[in-house]
């Protein structure tokens, strides 16, 4: 097997400050602080951040920002335009370009049972080949098509293991609402790196229960937006989750 060092973990562990809400989203998931790209740079950089996550148009304006905290370019995402819930989601970056840009890893969601998930899996495995080609790490995001998946046994855990299978380095999971679900993920999955996305924004205590139960069932680490950038003091809220995975 061939095994990559991976620049987004310290300690075995990682906290990603994920930044695709504008295409994902739109602007409505932003206040004044998190709108300009540079603050959430400079946030990344200041506080201990092991990665950050951008598209390719981001990635252009504040070029080189693998000079200060490792870069992963998302290849592939959702709009806020679409009507449908069920969409084919493909790439719009290569990841040579992705390289160009000084990324050090490359990230695509697949949308689990959507009626377009075999494309999505056939547009992966390639990249995945061609990031091991240039030793670049991958990360899936692996979302349920619709919400009420989540809750389904075993979903989460079935989720990792196609993770591991297709031969990501490391996967972000919605958190399934019960610490059982991920002790199986961890189970199934030993050898995966297992993050956990944030979702919107939670009040902060909540959020930092769920983050210690995820670390608790074994995961490695976070990969979060809203709930560190919506937050009152973004800053703070870095300082308590880096408390949380590395001690
Ligand atoms: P959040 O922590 O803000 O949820 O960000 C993580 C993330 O995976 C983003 O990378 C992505 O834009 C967003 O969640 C998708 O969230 P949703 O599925 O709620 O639209």
Known sequence: M???NNPFLKNGKAMILAYDHGFEHGI???NDFSLLPENILELAANNGYTGLVLHKG??????PVSKK?????????KSPFLRENDSLVSADCSVKYAQELGA????YTIYLGSQFEKEMIKEFGKIQEEARERNLITILWLYPVSKEMLSWENFTANACRLGLELGADMVKIKYPGSKEELKKARKYC?????????????????FLNNLKESLEAGLDGVAVGRNIFQQEGPESMSKKIKEIIFG
């Open 2 to 4: 061939r095994k990559l």
């Open 28 to 30: 409505s998931d932003f």
């Open 58 to 63: 981001l990635g252009e304006l504040l070029f």
């Open 69 to 77: 905290v490792p870069l992963i370019i998302k290849l592939n995402g």
């Open 104 to 107: 050090k890893g490359v990230g």
């Open 190 to 206: 030993p050898s995966l790196k297992i993050l956990l996305s944030g979702g919107e924004k939670l009040a902060e205590e909540e």
